[in-house]
C-alpha cells in the first residue's frame, strides 16, 4: 500500500540525495538536452488487471471495459478513477489503490481519490496511515464541493479511533456548525464523552440518534454500556433489549460511495447502492437500479419487494401490489411480502377514502386484513402487522377491534415510535387522553425529527395537555 509523504522520511530524504545528484550530472549536459529531460512527463504507469484468482467472468469483463479507456487515455484522472472505482466496488482493493493514486496524481485537487485510499486503509485496520488521506480529502472537498461530510466525519472516526479525542471532537463539531442534526456526528460525540468518561453527556447524545435509520441499533448498544456506567442497570438492561430487537442499522449516507457502487457486481452491493440513493432522496435513480434486477433475478422475491416499497413511496399503488402479487407466488412463506402488501392495500385503501370511493376502499380495507392476518400467521409477535390491521379495521369503523390491534402492535414491538404514535392518535379520538398521553410523549421522544406523522404526534399531545388544566 502506498504510504503517506511524511510515513517514511529516510526513503524521502534519500530520493533528495540521489535527485541532488542528478541535477550536478545534469549541468555537464548541452542546455537544451537536459531542458527536454527534465521537462517531459514521467510514463503513465501500466493499468492493473483483475487478478487470475478473481477472475469472475463479469467483474472482468467489467474492468476490462474501464482499463480499455486508460489505456486510451493514460492521462486522464477521470479514467484512472473510474478503474479505481470498479475494482474497490468488487473488493480488489490493491488494484483500486493503484488506480486512485494515479487518478490523484493527476488530479490533486479532488477529493475522491485521497478518500478513497482512506477508506482502503481503513479497511486493513491500518488508522494511522489513513488519516493522512481523510484530512487531504476534507481540505479539498470544502474547496470544491459543497455538503458533503462524509470526509470529515471519516477523519473524526479515524482520529476517535487512535484516541485523539479532542480532535475528533473538533471535526464533529465543525460538522453540527454547518448541518444541525447530523446524526453521525452526535453519534460520535458520544463515543468521544465515553472514552472521556463523562457518561451523562455521552447518554444525552447518543439519545439523539433513536429513532434514527442510521443509527439506532448502534447507539441503544452504547447506551447500555453508558447506563451501566452510570450506575442504572434497569436503563442499561432496557436499551438492551432494544439493541436485540431492533432492525441493523443501515449503511450512513456517502455520497462518494454511492459513485462507485454501480460498478459492483455482486448482488448485495447492488441492494446497498439503492438504499443508498433512496437514503439521499433520490427515490427515481433508486428505482432505475432495482428495475434491471428483477429480470436478472427472475426468481427471487426481494428484488420486486424493494422496488415495491419506493413505487409506493411515490404514490403508485397499482404498480406497488402488482409487484407484490408477483413477490408472493415466488415466496409465500415471507413475512415481507404479506407485511408489504398489506401496508399498500391500506395506504391504497385510504387514498380511495379520501377520494370519495367508499366501496373500493372497503374492498382494500378487507384485504389488507387479510394480509396482515397472514402476516401473523407466519409471524404472531409482528408489531408492524399489528398496526396495519389496527388501522384497517379502523378504516372500516370496527373501531373496539382496532383499538386491541394496536395496543398488540405496542406489546409486540414497544421500541418503535411510530406504533405508540398510532395507538396514541387513536386513545385520543376514543377520549382517553391520559393513556393517550403516555403513547404520544413516547412517538416524540423516540421518533425521528422528520417523521410525517410528527407534526400530528405534537398536536395531540398538545391537545392532551389541555385537558390537564
Known amino acids: 500500500m502506498t504510504s503517506s509523504p511524511d510515513a517514511r522520511p529516510r526513503n524521502v530524504f534519500r530520493r533528495r540525495f540521489v535527485l541532488g545528484a542528478t541535477t550536478m550530472v545534469l549541468l555537464g549536459v548541452a542546455g537544451g538536452g537536459a531542458f527536454w529531460w527534465t521537462h517531459r512527463a514521467p510514463p ?116 476517535l479511533a487512535l484516541g485523539r479525542l479532542d480532535e475528533a471532537e473538533e471535526q464533529y463539531r465543525k460538522v453540527l456548525a454547518r448541518r444541525e442534526g447530523e446524526m453521525r456526528a452526535h453519534y460520535g460525540l ?72 454501480p460498478w459492483a457486481v455482486k448482488k448485495r452491493m447492488h441492494y446497498r447502492h439503492a438504499e443508498s440513493l433512496e437514503a439521499a432522496g433520490n427515490l427515481t435513480k433508486a428505482m432505475e437500479v432495482l428495475r434491471p434486477m428483477i429480470a436478472a433475478y427472475p426468481n427471487d422475491y426481494l428484488p420486486r419487494v424493494t422496488l415495491a416499497k419506493l413505487v409506493g413511496r411515490m404514490g403508485d399503488h397499482v404498480q406497488a401490489e402488482q409487484l407484490l402479487r408477483e413477490a408472493l407466488q415466488i415466496a409465500p412463506d415471507k413475512v415481507q411480502v404479506h407485511y408489504y402488501l398489506s401496508l399498500v392495500l391500506f395506504t391504497h385503501a385510504e387514498a380511495e377514502a379520501q377520494h370519495g370511493s367508499r366501496e373500493r376502499a372497503g374492498a382494500l380495507y378487507r384485504e389488507a386484513i387479510q394480509r396482515a392476518k397472514e402476516t401473523l400467521k407466519i409471524k404472531p409477535d409482528y408489531g408492524f402487522a399489528f ?49 393517550a398521553r403516555d403513547h404520544l410523549k413516547q412517538a416524540v421522544e423516540m421518533g425521528p425529527a422528520n417523521a410525517a406523522w410528527r407534526p400530528r404526534a405534537l398536536a395531540g399531545l398538545a391537545a392532551c395537555d389541555r385537558s390537564r388544566q
Open 190 to 261: 458520544g463515543l468521544v464523552y465515553a472514552a472521556r468518561a463523562d457518561y451523562k453527556t455521552s447518554r444525552t447524545e447518543l439519545q439523539r440518534c433513536a429513532g434514527d435509520p442510521f443509527a439506532q441499533q448502534k447507539a441503544c448498544v452504547q447506551l447500555a454500556a453508558v447506563c451501566r456506567r452510570l450506575g442504572d442497570d434497569a436503563e442499561a438492561e432496557k436499551f438492551r433489549r432494544l439493541a436485540n430487537r431492533l432492525p441493523m442499522d443501515r449503511d450512513w449516507l456517502d455520497p462518494f460511495a454511492t459513485e462507485y457502487l
Open 387 to 435: 398496526m396495519t390491521l389496527g388501522l384497517s379495521l379502523k378504516g372500516l369503523g370496527q373501531r373496539a377491534e382496532a383499538l386491541a390491534a394496536l395496543q398488540d402492535a405496542v406489546r409486540c414491538n414497544p421500541e418503535h415510535a411510530e406504533l405508540h404514535f398510532y395507538l396514541g392518535e387513536m386513545l385520543v379520538e376514543e377520549g382517553r387522553r391520559d393513556e
Open 44 to 159: 503513465a504507469p501500466i493499468p492493473p488487471s483483475v487478478p487470475a484468482n478473481r477472475a469472475d467472468p463479469e467483474v472482468t469483463t467489467i474492468v476490462e471495459r474501464v482499463r480499455e479507456e486508460v489505456l486510451s487515455e493514460p492521462r486522464s484522472a477521470r479514467a484512472w478513477g473510474r478503474l479505481g472505482q470498479a475494482f474497490f466496488a468488487n473488493d480488489m482493493e490493491v488494484e483500486g489503490n493503484i488506480c486512485f493514486a494515479e487518478a490523484e496524481r493527476l488530479d490533486p485537487a479532488n477529493p475522491r481519490w485521497p478518500y478513497y485510499r482512506g477508506g482502503i486503509a481503513v479497511n486493513r485496520g491500518e488508522p494511522e496511515e489513513a488519516l493522512p488521506f481523510f484530512q487531504r480529502a476534507v481540505e479539498r472537498d470544502e474547496a470544491t464541493t459543497a455538503g458533503n461530510f462524509a470526509p470529515r466525519l471519516m477523519a473524526a472516526e479515524t482520529l
